[in-house]
T-cell receptor, first 114, second 114 residues
């Protein structure tokens, strides 16, 4: 079935370090892919998305490229800040179209220390 | 704010009692969702709605029911709460098909079942 697998956390980095959070998916066809972020005490909010193969989503210095060959959508940031400390969720459409809700990964907690 | 509110934000109840969580939106969005968030499990879909009186089950629907009698409200009911339903519950909304539209999340409702 459809699923999303993302790297286990927690991830602890020093400020200005490079971040990669791996995400792979299984799905029928080529679904849209998303990264959502949850800051402490809040609900999730969209960070970035990509709707087709080779698309790159970007926002707030974060990037992720839709790789259909490796069924991956890894999240990267060149220089993290303390304010990036949050839980990051990878997600994809359940199907290419229709009412099927998004399928989320289990989340990866990132802690950035000064 | 995106016009989505959850109530109550915090609730402590006893095993066997009924509990209703309310999600209210002012965005006139068609789709509404209830998720639960638990350590080690990430975000899991309980039920969702794709229109008034149109609902469907998610992956962890046992022990939960929902109702949507008008566009703005989506109620989640635990008929007889159990300790395994202690969790943080998030409501989300989207204007259209899940893959093509951004999900907007509420701030969450923390439920403790003693």
């Amino acid at each position: 079935g459809n699923s999303v697998t993302q790297m286990e956390g927690p991830v602890t980095l020093s400020e200005e370090a490079f971040l990669t959070i791996n995400c792979t998916y299984t799905a029928t066809g080529y679904p849209s892919l998303f990264w959502y972020v949850q800051y402490p005490g809040e609900g999730l909010q969209l960070l970035l998305k990509a709707t087709k193969a080779d698309d790159k989503g970007s926002n707030k210095g974060f990037e992720a490229t839709y790789r259909k060959e490796t069924t991956s959508f890894h999240l990267e940031k060149g220089s993290v800040q303390v304010s990036d400390s949050a839980v990051y969720f990878c997600a994809h459409e359940g199907r290419n179209s229709g009412n099927t809700p998004l399928v989320f990964g289990k989340g990866t907690r990132l802690s950035v220390i000064a | 704010d995106a016009g989505i509110t959850q109530s109550p934000r915090h609730k402590v109840t006893e095993t066997g009692t009924p509990v209703t969580l309310r999600c209210h939106q002012t965005e006139n969005h068609r789709y509404m969702y209830w998720y639960r968030q638990d350590p080690g499990h990430g975000l899991r879909l309980i039920h969702y709605s794709y229109g008034v009186k149109d609902t469907d089950k998610g992956e962890v629907s046992d022990g939960y029911s929902v109702s949507r009698s008008k566009t703005e409200d989506f109620l989640l009911t635990l008929e007889s709460a159990t300790s395994s339903q202690t969790s943080v519950y998030f409501c989300a909304i989207s204007p259209g098909a899940p893959g093509a539209n951004v999900l907007t999340f509420g701030a969450g409702s923390r439920l403790t079942v003693l």
